[in-house]
């Protein structure tokens, strides 16, 4: 079983975007359209503050008919950020984010953020387990494993 910094450390990129609280939405969607990311951790002072996700953008933005342009970051993000520790098991990864329904989640390493893993992180990294392990079996079966 692999841990959060395991699968961090597989991706191709560990860089973590962010956006302060005072940034309009219609800046932060700029952001993740061009890094092709669907959430940005919202710091200031390099403290975390938020999340903002497209989710947020949907429901606060869209459905409630603001502006992009004029609604600051700091009004839609979310601000009970759920993290997990960088020596956690992506399977509690997984529950967590399935219990909260969440698609990213930050991992620290004490105080310290050293990443954002997302549900495809997550999932890709399991499809990969699971391809090693059939791999294995078949080989075993083939007479490989005598």
């Known amino acids: 079983m692999k841990t959060a910094r395991q699968v961090l450390e597989s991706k191709p990129s560990q860089a973590i975007y962010s ?21 940005l951790l919202v710091i200031e002072h390099g403290e975390i503050k938020g999340i903002l996700s497209e989710r947020d953008y949907a429901r606060k933005v869209i459905l409630m008919q603001r502006t992009s342009r004029e609604t600051l970051v700091r009004d839609i993000m979310t601000t009970a950020v759920i993290y997990v520790s960088a020596n956690q098991t992506t399977d509690e990864c997984m529950a967590l984010m399935t219990r ?22 997550l999932v890709k990294d399991i499809i990969s387990e699971q391809q090693f392990i059939i791999e294995q079996l078949e080989h075993y079966i083939t007479g490989g494993g005598r």
């Open 19 to 39: 956006i302060p609280p005072t940034a309009t939405v219609y800046a932060a969607l700029q952001l993740m359209a061009e890094k092709g990311i669907g959430a």
């Open 100 to 121: 909260h329904r969440l698609r990213h989640l930050p991992v620290m390493e004490g105080n310290q953020l050293i990443g954002m893993l997302s549900i495809g992180d």
